[in-house]
């Protein structure tokens, strides 16, 4: 190769080069589309809703899920905070489009001999739960829910010996390939309703859009880390 051509090459290597690092720079700092972290796989489940059936995690695959934990009788502030922001997501959730991605709400008791499925199936209903969108579901075996709740979705609470049960209420978002896309907890961060809804729009926009070559935008924005604040 003649001289002349090997300075061509080079020059063609480092415009090429400047044009990707400074497209990549660009993508970072403008954030052009913006996505939610991809943090975890959600656990594995079986539960007994509301209504006597049966839900598995394998029943959630291509919807949105939204769980949350608490339990009947708990009183403390943050459980009502919860069931308030609940309310607030149901009456909102129309807002966002979801472009035909089915969005479900699911509260799973960490109080199961108490909150029988009779006793969910009335707490659902005195709050004004809506029976199309909001589930009430119980997991029987305490080493299971341990697991599930504890473990996978990693939502703390622990029996006392007078019997009231310590619990931080969380709300844990799952996308239809059962990957945690957000953990919302009103002891490290401010779990309210808009803030939500912000993240299952962001999450619903990115289900629509990234499909052909469109999805590698999306990848983009994750590999730069573009969140949704």
């Given at each position: 190769?003649?001289?002349r ?13 400047i ?13 052009p589309i913006?996505?939610l972290?991809?943090?975890?796989l ?15 995690n ?7 899920a939204l769980?949350?934990?608490t ?15 609940m ?16 969005i ?8 199961p ?20 969108l ?7 075996d ?5 697991y599930?709740?504890?473990?996978g979705f ?5 029996e006392?010996e007078?019997?009231?049960?310590q ?6 978002l ?10 919302y ?17 962001a999450?619903a ?13 999306y990848?983009?924005a ?8």
């Amino acid at each position: 190769m003649s001289q002349r051509w090997k300075k061509i090459a080079l020059y063609t290597f480092y415009t090429v080069m400047i044009i990707v690092v400074g497209g990549a720079f660009s993508f970072k700092v403008f954030q052009p589309i913006q996505v939610l972290p991809r943090i975890r796989l959600a656990p594995g489940f079986s539960v007994v809703m509301d209504d006597g059936e049966r839900l598995t995690n394998e029943d959630m695959r291509g919807k949105l899920a939204l769980y949350s934990f608490t339990y009947t009788r708990c009183q403390e502030p943050d459980c009502q905070r919860l069931i308030q922001t609940m309310l607030e997501l149901q009456d909102k959730i129309d807002t966002v489009d979801f472009g035909g991605t089915e969005i479900q709400f699911v509260t799973i008791t960490v109080d199961p001999e108490h909150d029988t499925q009779e006793a969910l199936r009335a707490y659902a209903e005195s709050i004004g739960a809506d029976p199309a969108l909001w589930h009430f579901a119980r997991i029987d075996d305490p080493m299971l829910l341990k697991y599930v709740v504890g473990g996978g979705f990693e939502t703390y609470y622990d029996e006392q010996e007078d019997g009231r049960i310590q619990l931080d209420p969380s709300f844990v978002l799952v996308d239809g390939w059962g990957i945690v896309r957000g953990e919302y907890h009103y002891r490290t961060l401010a779990s309210d309703s808009d803030r939500i809804l912000r993240h299952l729009d962001a999450l619903a926009e990115e289900i629509r859009n990234s499909t052909g070559v469109a999805s590698l935008a999306y990848e983009a924005a994750h590999y730069f880390l573009c969140y949704t604040p």
